[in-house]
């Protein structure tokens, strides 16, 4: 009784994914492609906690109808940032690492990719630990749009 009901509940659960899935890739074809996203994460010496908001990122953007990019810009850690970042980088298409020397490199970039391109841009300082709880859940709702 106890695995019919469990099965059951797995099988409603898939039916309803697969609509949902279904009715969004139609909504999206009817109207268009929403302009493309690029997520800027401005990091420095966050080792402990990159990895773990980037999988996050990955995953709440997996299901989104936008073509999305996640740069990280790296302003000089001396942790091993860089290389959980460009680590990532291999198994995620969508991410790319730039390391910067100085703010001035920093607004070059934000200006390059956010005001000269054609692209809706987020940017997150992640040099203040206060913000990091908050980035998931903006682009997850961001995704969604």
Same mark, same amino acid.
């Not at 953007?61 to 460009?86: E, N």
């Not at 200006?111 to 913000?131: A, E, G, I, K």
């Given at each position: 009784?106890?695995?019919?009901?469990?099965?059951?509940?797995?099988?409603?659960? @898939?039916?309803? #994914?697969?609509?949902?899935? @279904?009715v969004?890739?139609?909504?999206?074809? $009817?109207? @268009?492609?929403?302009?493309?996203?690029?997520?800027?994460l401005?990091?420095?010496?966050?080792?402990?906690?990159?990895? @773990?908001?980037?999988?996050?990122?990955?995953?709440? #953007? $997996?299901?989104?109808?936008?073509?999305? &990019?996640?740069?990280? $810009?790296?302003?000089?850690?001396?942790?091993? #940032?860089?290389?959980?970042?460009q680590?990532?980088?291999?198994?995620?298409? &969508?991410?790319?690492?730039?390391?910067?020397?100085?703010?001035?490199? +920093?607004?070059?970039?934000? #200006?390059?990719? *956010? +005001?000269?391109?054609?692209?809706?841009? *987020?940017?997150?300082?992640?040099?203040?630990?206060?913000?990091?709880?908050?980035?998931? &859940?903006?682009?997850?709702?961001? *995704? &969604?749009?």
């Amino acid at each position: 009784m106890w695995f019919a009901v469990f099965f059951w509940t797995l099988a409603l659960y @898939g039916a309803w #994914t697969v609509v949902r899935q @279904g009715v969004v890739e139609l909504q999206r074809r $009817l109207n @268009g492609p929403p302009f493309p996203m690029t997520i800027l994460l401005v990091v420095q010496n966050v080792e402990e906690e990159i990895e @773990g908001l980037l999988r996050l990122v990955a995953l709440q #953007t $997996l299901s989104s109808v936008r073509d999305y &990019r996640v740069l990280v $810009l790296d302003m000089g850690s001396t942790d091993a #940032t860089g290389q959980i970042v460009q680590t990532l980088m291999r198994h995620n298409g &969508r991410l790319d690492y730039v390391s910067l020397r100085g703010n001035e490199e +920093l607004v070059r970039n934000v #200006t390059l990719r *956010c +005001l000269d391109s054609p692209r809706v841009s *987020c940017v997150y300082d992640l040099r203040n630990q206060d913000l990091h709880s908050g980035v998931s &859940r903006d682009i997850a709702e961001l *995704c &969604r749009e």
